[in-house]
């Protein structure tokens, strides 16, 4: 039995550890570096956003938004909000993973997603519980009131790292331009207004949002990065250089097997055709 459990922890680590070697060094390495961030980002904040510092952009802001409101609009964009909150969110992003993983026959999204939204969470929680920042009145926000801690705001940081992977993965399996542009540009509209929801609703200030939109795409740098790091090493190894969107290498390791194992057939046949009885028929 500790034979058999033995055999199964080496397999496994040799399939989930090793190979990844480099993805999870550096999405650990920038996740560190990440959180680091968000808290420097908090201390700077402390210091810098007052009466006379960026925070003149966040009553400008909220006083335009809320010259734009009215029922029906407060209705649709609440709505859409809930997307990028605490249960929309994890719902969208497990959908967004299942299907690229159905689609591209590995488990890589999961750990790319998965990862990168852990690191995102733990930067706005321990962003939120330094810098303590209040919410604005609820007189000028649009019911149901938040009540936690105003900065960064969760929904912006964690839409931009989400989406903004979704779409990078995505354009890695799609070969024409105009749907890679399409893509992108639909990913983009959906982080910007993810973010300006928050203001619209009263729910954030503008430097809440701002920040988010700032942590959340440094991480996304990061973790593009580890991926592509990782397809650098793996790839050059076995199977040239590292992928890029027109060549994804990684999508086609099956194919490739495949087309080995054709070729190593094809050649066996060849060598059958010409042993004795292809000799005997080109003889006759």
Same mark, same amino acid.
């Given at each position: ?48 956003? /007052? ?28 709505? @859409? ?14 959908? %967004? ?53 105003? @900065? ?16 990078? %993965? ?9 749907? &890679? ?8 509209? @959906?982080?910007?207004?993810?973010? %300006? ?30 991926? &592509? ?11 040239? /250089?590292?992928?890029? @969107? ?39």
């Amino acid at each position: 039995m500790t034979t058999r459990t033995e055999n199964w922890l080496t397999e496994r680590w040799g399939k989930w550890v090793v190979p990844y070697a480099a993805l999870w060094i550096t999405m650990l390495i920038g996740g560190v570096v990440v959180v680091i961030l968000a808290l420097t980002s908090a201390e700077v904040y402390d210091n810098v956003v /007052d009466d006379a510092g960026l925070a003149n952009l966040d009553k400008p802001a909220l006083a335009f938004m809320e010259q734009l409101r009215n029922p029906g609009l407060d209705a649709f964009i609440t709505g @859409f909000t809930n997307i990028g909150g605490g249960i929309g969110m994890p719902i969208l992003a497990s959908i %967004l993973t299942a299907v690229l993983i159905y689609t591209s026959r590995s488990w890589r999204p999961l750990i790319l997603i998965g990862g990168a939204a852990a690191v995102s969470v733990t930067a706005t929680s321990l962003g939120k519980k330094l810098i303590g920042r209040t919410r604005p009145d609820h007189a000028d926000a649009v019911p149901p009131y938040e009540n936690s801690p105003s @900065f960064p705001s969760g929904h912006t940081l964690n839409t931009t790292v989400v989406i903004a992977l979704v779409v990078y %993965l995505a354009c890695l399996h799609i070969k024409r331009t105009g749907a &890679r542009i399409a893509l992108i540009a639909a990913g983009v509209i @959906f982080i910007v207004a993810m973010g %300006l929801s928050r203001v619209y609703l009263g729910h954030h200030w503008m430097t809440d949002v701002i920040v988010g939109w700032v942590i959340g795409l440094a991480w996304v740098g990061i973790v593009i990065l580890a991926h &592509r790091l990782f397809h650098v090493l793996r790839h050059r190894e076995h199977a040239g /250089d590292a992928p890029t @969107f027109e060549h994804p290498a990684h999508l086609h390791e099956g194919a490739t097997k495949g087309s080995a194992v054709g070729t190593a057939q094809a050649g066996t046949n060849d060598a059958d055709t010409s042993g004795p009885a292809g000799r005997s028929s080109a003889s006759g």
